[in-house]
């Protein structure tokens, strides 16, 4: 079974500039999460998707948003990007239960110059 | 509001060694609690997961943990080490249906 895949892989933007991540989770997985990891802040949650709904948001501000789409694939998007948006982000896929673990991509790596 | 703490910023093993990796953990109820490695470079990898039932969890490339509910704590384990295990370790728990929160990380060497 194929891993969840995450494109692009790297990024580099402007400081203004927007940008769109996309993220293919694993077949049959109905969640998909999307995390921001630094080296100073670790791995913060942006947000969750559940059947195309929302289920959980981070505190990020509202120039980051995301979507999932019927077939479970999710973009995240960030507008206006700033110069602290430079990041790894990560999204991960599970079954969507509780106790279900969560399948991690490889991840894209925003620089913002 | 839920919280995982892992104390230890790195830690170091000798190859061989029994190694240990901290975890403790806040909930009000009951928790979900999972262990991931990061490769440099890499997404996180699921190692293993408590979810209920016995207290010793085994998981993948030997790991191990033990939930202790008394102690609220999650520690991951492995009877040997090996240089290959050098990686960073992720503690998270996890609370019904809400964000599942990961700790700060602990880097773990293990020497030759």
């Known amino acids: 079974k194929a891993g969840v895949t995450q494109t692009p892989r790297y990024l580099i933007k402007t400081r203004g500039q927007q940008v769109t991540l996309s993220c293919s989770p694993i077949s049959g997985h109905r969640s998909v999460s999307w995390y921001q990891q630094t080296p100073g802040q670790g791995l913060q949650f942006l947000f969750e998707?559940?059947?195309?709904?929302?289920?959980n948001k981070g505190n990020f501000p509202g120039r980051f948003s995301g979507r999932q789409f019927s077939n479970s694939r999710s973009e995240m998007n960030v507008s206006t990007l700033e110069l602290g948006d430079s990041a790894l982000y990560l999204c991960a896929s599970s079954m969507g239960d509780r106790g279900h673990e969560q399948y991690f991509g490889p991840g894209t790596r925003l620089t913002v110059t | 509001a839920q919280s995982v703490a892992q104390p230890e910023d790195q830690v170091n093993v000798a190859e061989g060694n029994p190694l240990t990796v901290k975890c403790t953990y806040s909930v009000s109820g009951n928790p979900y609690l999972f262990w991931y490695v990061q490769y440099p470079n890499r997404g996180l990898q699921f190692l293993l997961k408590?979810?209920?039932?016995?207290?010793l969890v085994k998981g993948s490339y030997g790991f191990e943990a033990e939930f202790n509910k008394s102690q609220t704590s999650f520690h991951l384990k492995k009877p040997s080490a090996l240089v290959s295990d050098s990686a960073l370790y992720f503690c998270?728990?996890?609370?019904?249906?809400?964000?599942?929160?990961f700790g700060k990380g602990t880097m773990l060497l293990v020497s030759p």
């Open positions: 408590y979810i209920t039932g016995d207290n």
């Open positions: 998270a728990v996890r609370e019904g249906y809400s964000t599942l929160t």
């Open positions: 998707y559940f059947s195309e709904t929302q289920r």
